[in-house]
Nanobody, 124 residues
Framework: VQLVESGGGLVQAGGSLRLSCAAS????????MGWFRQAPGKEREFVAA????????DLTDSVKGRFTISRANAKNTVYLQMNSLKPEDTAIYYC??????????????????WGQGTQVTVSS
């Protein structure tokens, strides 16, 4: 599975961006999908996850109420809608695919496939 993120960029605080992650292959709909981010000098952190069928979602506390994760299996794509962006959201955002079950959704080491990342920069 190959994952390609898009939609990053520079935005002012309070603005919005929608990240997309397009997957190759016919097995996308069987994967739970996650978004992670890594800011300079910091460890990679979990942002959001969505189950293979889109029924379950999970968001880290710092983005709840601002970010939404969704997917379109017919398009092999997962999205991260980011509203009310803050400078502390600045990071490289990665999407990833997980075949190891929903209970592992917050652990990056459990994900099998990763995209190359897209930069999100929020200016104050």
């Amino acid at each position: 599975v190959q994952l390609v993120e898009s939609g990053g960029g520079l935005v002012q605080a309070g603005g919005s961006l929608r990240l997309s992650c397009a997957a190759s292959g016919s097995t996308f709909s069987s994967y739970d999908m996650g978004w992670f981010r890594q800011a300079p000098g910091k460890e990679r952190e979990f942002v959001a996850a969505i189950s293979w069928n889109g029924i379950s979602t999970d968001l880290t506390d710092s983005v709840k109420g601002r970010f939404t994760i969704s997917r379109a299996n017919a398009k092999n794509t997962v999205y991260l809608q980011m509203n009310s962006l803050k400078p502390e959201d600045t990071a490289i955002y990665y999407c990833a695919a997980n075949t190891r079950g929903w209970s592992t959704r917050r652990r990056g080491a459990e994900y099998d496939y990763w995209g190359q990342g897209t930069q999100v920069t929020v200016s104050s």
